[in-house]
């Protein structure tokens, strides 16, 4: 990343991405701020539909299909257990990501060109605050 020219302060600097009066650099491109229109920060929810399918569909055919496995007397061991331990770890791993699942916040800053992704992070707070930097730095930029 290359530092800033002496005619622009820089006003953030972290992970990678770098804002001064002038441009956004980050993810290896450099925005002009004159010519960004539109500053947003998009909230993500992780796609929870198919562990939530998963979770049920190994509980309501699974663990009946490991019932009846366990009663069949044609049924090897091998074979039941290695279905039963198959099973149970489907089920806590469905179980953990559900736990486990957050939110991310991406800053997009949109052009004529189209929308461009520059920073992800999974504190609100902190996203907001940086498109908030950014939109004044562009309405700054505009006044001048």
Do not use: N
């Not at 179980?95 to 992070?121: C, F, K, N, P, Q």
Request: glycine content about 6%; proline content about 5%.
């Amino acid at each position: 990343m290359a530092p800033p020219a002496p005619s622009e302060a820089p006003l953030f600097q972290e992970a990678g991405m770098l804002v001064t009066t002038e441009r956004v650099v980050a993810r290896g491109k450099t925005l002009l701020l004159a010519d960004i229109q539109r500053v947003e920060s998009v909230r993500r929810t992780p796609r929870m539909v198919p562990v939530i399918a998963t979770l049920g569909l190994s509980m309501s055919v699974g663990l009946p299909a490991l019932s009846a496995l366990s009663v069949s007397a044609s049924a090897s061991r091998g074979v039941y257990e290695a279905a039963l331990i198959a099973v149970v770890l489907v089920i806590f791993g469905c179980i953990a990501r559900l736990v486990l699942a957050e939110e991310s916040y991406r800053l997009m800053l949109h052009t004529r060109a189209g929308a461009w992704r520059v920073h992800t992070s999974k504190d609100a707070q902190g996203s907001i605050r940086l498109a908030g930097l950014i939109q004044e730095a562009v309405a700054a930029r505009l006044r001048r």
